[in-house]
């Protein structure tokens, strides 16, 4: 397996936890565990502006969201990924200090998709504001939220 390249690998099957994988460090293929793997996660940075959208599909490494307000007061809407392309992937937005009650993001489902049960959105209107989200495949989840 060492000598192969990882586009030469076959697909895995559903993982377990446990399993061995290869990784690519200065051109030399090593071996890694899930374990090994600490919570590295790169923030995406997105500045948002009033009366704008923002389709997180555009954003297919986006784990972590920080959100920054620009300019004038108002409303802007961040469209979550569809859930069905988005099977067990989590999301997570934190809102910055540039936040206030009048500026409002609108993190809203698409094509009836739903979070929580509901097609409607969820808002996030303050400083330091958090919220997690997990698709399923069907639909989204809040799986923890601060405020």
Known sequence: MADKKISQLGAASALQGDETFPIVQ???TKK???YDIHNYIVPTNITVLKDTTVNLSDYPNAFLVKLTWSGATGNMTLNLP???????RTMRFASDSTFSSNTRIYLTPIGGDEIDGSTSF????????GIKVWSDG?????VQKKA
């Open 26 to 28: 200065s051109n030399v």
């Open 32 to 34: 890694a565990e899930i």
């Open 82 to 88: 569809s859930a069905a392309s988005s099977v067990n």
């Open 122 to 129: 969820y808002e996030i209107n303050k400083s330091y504001e």
């Open 138 to 142: 069907t639909e989204w989840f809040i």
